[in-house]
């Protein structure tokens, strides 16, 4: 009547081993149908707990620590920021402004080692970020994101800026 969850990722995880290419990489002719099964056995009832969507392991807390050793206060904040956000947003928006903010940090840390926290960050530091954005590889790999993304990710830094004034 039921899969366990944990029966399901253990068959998952060895499957999507044998499909992961040298590089580490999982093909999308893989992920894609193995997210379609869960999501499929989920709403029949099969299965009885979603795992995660997410089939290849984050590297987002490496990113972040390494972003840490370089800007520790700003970084903190960031990071303070998302986890008030994890309360009543999605899991999925979450990451989406976990990217950003993590963009934002690399662009600081990389082109404004002098910021120290987010209350040195001013609108020419927003104004060289947006120009950042547009270097950044597409999706699928188009040669730059699309315009949508920029302003997502701006509405992100919109918020976050707002929010954190507010409180």
Known sequence: DMLDPKRFRTAAAALTAAHTRPDGRIPRSWSTPLHGLKAT??????LADAPPARMSPSNRAAHWDQLAARGPQLVATLRRYLTQVAVSMRPGSVALIDTTLRHLALYLTDHHPNITGVSDIRRT??????TFLTTRVGYRGKPGPAKTTIGMRLGHLRSFFD???EW
């Open 41 to 46: 056995l989920t709403a029949l009832g099969v």
């Open 125 to 130: 530091h927003i104004e060289g970020f947006k």
């Open 163 to 165: 929010r954190i004034i």
